[in-house]
């Protein structure tokens, strides 16, 4: 009777260990990004105008496509400006309604195809865990910044984005309003040498700048900040402005498009 009831004891514990071991559970969203070059004689009003057309196609084609975001990046911050002219972002729940489109897609696009302006020379797939959601007031244009992360020795995943969303609590509580996300397992992306991209982003660039201040001013040197450094190292930082074009019909939230015919 006393072994079964320490072995009881035993595997209980080791539930409560296992159960306590996050702090924080991450909700997984899917992201396709495809960057390239504008086709000759084309240029960044082309794609927003093609990119009018494919909502309408989307909005045509039933419930295939409403849980679907897109947006628009334009280069602003980065070490080769010549290499890409766009990045345009594909945002999914899940795998389930990411291949829905994907088959539609391939079965019925053709033709909107090939009218596009642009030639892709990237097409990634990568799983994405956000870690907090943009605040204030949606404008026409958000920011965002990339970087590339590594793990330090004996750091999971799942403890990175611990730390992540301790910072972000505690940023918040300071009036940071900006968004964070983890994005990993890519596929399209070739050989990578980094762990995870680490994206932070806003809904305006001024947006942007003020909490970058803010960071300075009341975030820098906290345990929350300090702690990120024994969690991964970061770099090849590249910024973008953005136009959100496509919004996900399951939700209410307005939209920042605002592109304007030329």
């Known amino acids: 009777m006393y072994k079964r009831q320490l072995l009881i004891l035993l595997l209980t514990f080791s ?16 992201a396709e990004y495809y960057s390239g070059n504008f086709n000759k004689g084309k240029d960044m009003s082309d794609l927003y105008k093609w990119a009018e057309k494919f909502v309408e196609w989307t909005d045509d084609r039933g419930d295939v496509w409403n ?25 999914h729940p899940d ?3 990411q291949y829905k489109t994907v088959e539609n897609w391939a079965k019925y696009g053709g033709k909107l195809f090939s009218t596009i302006p642009i030639t ?29 992360c590594n793990l330090m020795e004996g750091v999971s995943m799942r403890q990175a984005f611990d730390a992540y969303t301790r910072f972000a609590i505690k940023a918040k509580a300071t009036g940071d309003t900006m968004g964070r996300k983890m994005m990993m397992s890519p ?7 980094f762990d995870f ?24 040197g906290t345990p929350e900040a ?8 970061c770099g ?21 498009r605002d592109v304007e015919e030329s």
């Not at 897109?70 to 945002?91: H, M």
């Open 95 to 97: 795998s389930t309604s």
């Open 15 to 30: 539930v409560f260990v296992y159960a306590e071991e996050y702090e924080f559970e991450p909700t997984p969203n899917k």
């Open 187 to 193: 596929v399209g992306a070739g050989d990578v040498d």
């Open 236 to 256: 090849n930082g590249r910024s973008y402005t953005t136009v959100r074009v496509k919004d996900c019909l399951l939700y209410t939230s307005p939209s920042p």
């Open 67 to 91: 849980e679907m975001e897109t947006v628009i990046f334009t280069p602003y911050y980065s070490n080769d400006l010549q290499a890409t002219d766009f990045v345009w972002l594909n945002l």
């Open 226 to 233: 300090e702690a990120l450094n024994d969690i991964a190292e």
């Open 197 to 220: 991209v680490y994206s932070l982003y806003a809904n305006s660039p001024s947006e942007y700048g003020k909490n970058v201040d803010n960071f300075g001013e009341n975030l820098m």
């Open 120 to 148: 892709n020379s990237r097409v990634t797939e990568v799983w994405q865990w956000p870690v907090s959601s943009p605040e204030g007031e949606i404008s026409d244009m958000g920011f965002v910044r990339f970087t590339d």
